[in-house]
């Protein structure tokens, strides 16, 4: 499976398989994802596309019945030595959940947490014209720029989800993984993270996964299906939604019965 | 063909299959008709075509809206998205189609009798040619054929130069005797419209070959 | 359709009605336990109340140099040997004149609580001026006047089954009508210890002393098990021994509290040599005891706190230990607070460990620090209510209602530290 992007590649998965105990999630996955784009990953429920994606910032190693084989390289480095620390990792690969989860903190605590604690900023005011840019970047700060010490559950879905990817930015991570980030949010909350992706692709590379086609039709320049497991077709998004080249995608894509 | 998971989606898409093929169906009759009155001057049956056209149009608009319909309610993509899409240019073209033979019955309201030394019936052949071969486009798309959708455009080549022989052959006929320029011109004026829709089923074949050229491999 | 609504409907008076008799059933729970609660506490304050007050008798004592200062020399060791007793027996007897025969003059010098002599040595020793003098002074009575005092149906009772015989009566009588009889606040009952006589007895003693073992039965348990359960919650590898300690504490919460005595007695007091009765022992008895409650309080208020939350935080790059301290823990507070404060409340009124330590004797000093013999509250109760002398009574009730007070107070603090940390979630 090749991408057909011409850019750097950011990340490499080479045969990555994962197990839940005996049973088999993903299937020796090779796919690429080239840097500063947004890859979509698609497919039915349980084909293993949010495994993959947590395989990325190895979140899956908190999960005691899992088992992962294989190598995934990052800037051809293997993530899944021996001796590389996965809090290392998750530093430069930041991560958006399904359903916005904002510490019960304040809104700048929240957007101040991941500095503080991996020690990227020496003082007070560099801090806060961190947490500042980063709530900026996230499209949140007009919104909440008068009540940056209210809590971070205080505010609507869609602010929500805001704040968390401005949480993940904060750290300034190459990467940004996206488990479903709009599937909680109202249509109109959609589109204005659907933008937001779209500005910062300019500057991270994006991997995000979605269950709405239109979705990735419309977010992602590259687009990878997987099914039971296995990753069945990868290529540029407009051609995977108009004339995939594995009758599953298309069945999947086209709602039949696959 | 494997079915859709919602079944009402497959019922869409057969509904729009089925109104393309009655209007299709409906377009052939009048180019059939409007030959037939062009060897046999009938002026009540040039009427009735001329009339039956209005039933055509609203086939369009109805095709149209329940395309549109559909594109709302499915938000489709890929085969089925192509479907719909040709299925729009069809129906345009097929209108079109309907508004040629209802000029060619047009044509022959404007004429009142066959002259007595007029004896070709080379339009009447080439009008056979051209419905034959709508006939065929009209077929490869109920049948999603790209086997017959490909021999329609060679069959237009035919159809062409048929065209140009009726042409010359009118052109001499009316340099031979003056009483038929008035007649011959409008079956000139015939000529050009059945050509016409030749061009127009070529068109259609087209679309047919498109929608299924990105076929799965 | 309409047969299944039909269904529907028959079904549904049967599930109403059965509905109607669970919630009358709760009803009739619910004031049961209200009404037995009224009745407890009715008969707990009833009883208890009348030991806050005390019975005052009004005497002219004449500070007679000659038993106080016989050589006039105003040396405080001459003043502290004293024979105060003869000032206030002169006193008594000076009231009943009458009054010669030795046996009833007995009677009579019983009536003034004993420990007024030593009142009087402090107050001549602050009060120099006062010898050789005479001042009306109202000195506490006896249980025995006291009890008279406070159960006036007792007088009605014949005289061979009463505490105070028919001479005794018309003293105590005469007394009152004069106007030299009265109710006071008893101000022992909050400043002294346990005493052989029920009007010098006091809960200070008792109450300190389970003030110094909860603070450390609090001070040990509370960190150790606070860490042992998120240890075992969320660092731990889970493994067959992991298993196996969760078993083991949890069973440890269910052993009798005897127990953890005996345990405290085989190595605090005989191998460590810790101090016998003291709350330092009585808290680490009662520790080791709470430790179990806390650790199961910890775990389950850890397990319930939504994964996002730490998915979140892992997801920023925080170690284990941060994602917990920061993030975990706090809002797992509320649900250990609550352990926290029925473990306490346990050991508060716990006695049977603390008998295996020598924490239930006759103390009758104040304890001051951590490693004084002292007794605690619920022991004292039982004390109390194990002696004969029927002025301790009242004093019985008096002590349940001042370690319900403890126990209030308590749970109050712990109630609104939990509110603290619940507002920030």
């Known amino acids: 499976m090749v991408t057909v992007t011409s850019n750097n590649i950011k990340i490499k998965s080479k045969k990555i398989s994962v ?114 840019d980063s709530l900026k970047k996230a499209g949140l700060y007009n919104e909440v720029k008068d009540r940056l010490n209210e809590p971070g559950t205080s505010l609507s879905g869609g602010q929500q989800q805001r704040l968390c990817i401005a949480r993940a930015i904060a750290v300034s991570p190459e990467v940004i993984l996206m488990d479903e980030p709009c599937s909680a949010l109202d249509p109109i909350a959609t589109a204005v993270i659907e933008e937001l992706i779209d500005e910062l692709a300019k500057n991270f590379t994006i991997v995000i996964v979605t269950h709405s086609m239109q979705q990735a039709a419309r977010v992602s320049q590259q687009t990878a299906f997987f099914h039971m497991g296995n990753l069945i077709e990868v290529g540029k998004t407009e051609e995977i939604f108009s004339m995939p080249k594995q009758i599953k995608t298309q069945d999947y894509i086209t709602g039949k019965i696959g | 063909m494997k079915e859709h998971i919602v079944s009402t989606y497959d019922d869409d898409l057969n509904t729009l299959k089925t109104k393309l093929l009655e209007m299709g169906v409906l377009v052939e009759r009048q180019i059939f008709q409007a030959i037939e009155i062009t060897k046999i001057i009938n002026l009540a049956k040039a009427k009735k ?46 209108e079109r189609i309907g508004d040629h033979a209802s000029n060619v019955a047009g044509r022959i309201l404007h004429v009142k009798k066959v002259p007595d030394n007029y004896v070709t019936e080379s339009i009447y052949q080439l009008g056979l040619l051209v419905v034959k071969n709508y006939s065929k486009a009209l077929s490869s798309f109920d049948q999603d054929s790209q086997k017959i959708a490909q021999i329609v455009p060679t069959e237009d080549i035919t159809i062409n130069s048929v065209y140009e022989t009726c042409f010359r052959e009118h052109l001499h006929l009316m340099m031979e005797d003056r009483e038929v320029i008035g007649f011959s011109t409008q079956m000139l004026f015939i000529a050009k419209e059945l050509e016409r829709i030749g061009d127009l089923s070529k068109v259609i074949s087209k679309e047919v070959i498109y929608n299924l050229k990105g076929k799965i491999v | 359709m309409t047969n299944i609504t039909e269904k529907i409907k028959l079904s549904l008076s049967k599930r109403q009605r059965s509905e109607k008799r669970f919630k009358f059933l709760g009803f009739i729970g619910i004031s049961f336990a209200i009404l037995f609660l009224i009745i407890i506490l009715y008969s707990i304050f009833s009883q208890g109340q009348s030991a806050f007050k005390s019975t005052y008798i009004e005497l002219n004592i004449f500070f007679d140099e000659k038993i106080i200062d016989v050589e006039g020399k105003r040396d405080i060791e001459d003043i502290k040997f004293a024979n105060f007793r003869k000032i206030i027996t002169n006193s008594l007897d000076n009231y009943f004149p009458e009054v010669e025969k030795r046996e009833e003059k007995r009677k009579l010098h019983e009536f003034i609580s004993s420990s007024e002599e030593k009142n009087l040595m402090n107050l001549v020793l602050s009060n120099q001026e006062l010898i050789g003098k005479s001042k009306q002074l109202w000195l506490l009575a006896s249980s025995t006047i006291d009890v008279i005092h406070k159960n006036p149906e007792m007088e009605r009772i014949v005289e061979s089954d009463r505490l105070v015989d028919d001479l005794e009566l018309s003293w105590f009588k005469t007394f009152k009508e004069n106007g030299n009889l009265k109710f006071g606040f008893n101000k022992n009952f909050f400043s002294k210890a346990d005493s052989t006589e029920p009007e010098q007895a006091g809960v200070l003693g008792s109450m300190l002393g389970s003030f110094f073992t909860l603070l450390i039965t609090l001070i040990l348990s509370f960190p150790i098990a606070v860490a042992a359960g998120v240890f075992l919650e969320e660092l731990a590898p889970k493994n067959r021994f992991t298993d196996f300690i969760e078993v083991n504490i949890n069973n440890l919460a269910a052993v009798p509290s005897i ?59 925080a170690t284990k230990f941060q994602t917990v301290n920061h993030h975990v823990l706090p809002l797992s507070m509320p649900g250990i607070l609550t352990g926290t404060i029925i473990g306490m409340s ?69 109630v609104f530290v939990r509110q603290k940390f619940e507002k920030k979630w």
Not at chain 2, 52 to 67: G, M, N, T, Y
């Open chain 1, 19 to 132: 197990f839940y105990g005996d049973k088999k999630a993903l299937d020796s996955i090779n796919l690429e994802i080239p840097e500063k784009k947004v890859t979509s990953l698609i497919g039915p429920s349980g084909c293993g596309k949010s495994t993959f994606l947590r395989c990325l910032n190895r979140m899956n190693d908190t999960i005691d019945i899992c088992r992962i084989e294989g190598e995934i390289f990052i800037d051809d480095k293997n993530i899944y030595e021996k001796n590389l620390d996965p809090v290392l990792l998750r530093a430069r690969i930041g991560m958006v959940f399904q359903k916005p989860n904002p510490f019960p903190k304040s809104i700048f605590d929240n957007v101040a947490y991941g500095p503080k604690i991996h020690g990227i900023v020496n003082s007070e005011d560099e801090l806060n014209d961190l947490v500042k």
């Open chain 3, 346 to 414: 346990q050991a508060l009124g716990e006695s049977a460990p603390l008998l295996m330590i020598g924490m239930v004797a006759f103390i009758v000093d104040i304890p001051g620090s951590f490693t004084d013999s002292a007794t605690v509250l619920p022991v004292q109760i039982y004390l109390w209510k194990s002696t004969a002398a029927r002025g301790f009574l009242e004093l019985t009730a008096a002590g349940v209602m001042v370690l319900l007070t403890f126990l209030i107070l308590m749970n109050g603090l712990a």
């Open chain 2, 49 to 94: 075509i001329q009339k039956a056209d209005d039933a055509i149009d609203s086939l369009e608009v109805e095709i149209r809206e329940f395309a549109t319909k559909t594109l709302t309610k499915r938000q489709p993509l890929a085969d089925d998205l192509r479907k719909i899409i040709i299925s729009l240019k069809i129906s345009s073209i097929l």
């Open chain 3, 259 to 317: 127990i953890f005595g005996l345990l405290g007695l085989a190595i605090f007091l005989n191998v460590m040599h810790l101090p016998r009765s003291a709350p330092i022992v009585g808290g680490m008895v009662l520790a080791l005891m709470t430790l179990p409650t806390i650790i199961i309080a910890t775990r389950a208020s850890l397990k319930a706190v939504p994964p996002s939350i730490r998915e979140a935080a892992i997801g920023l790059g």
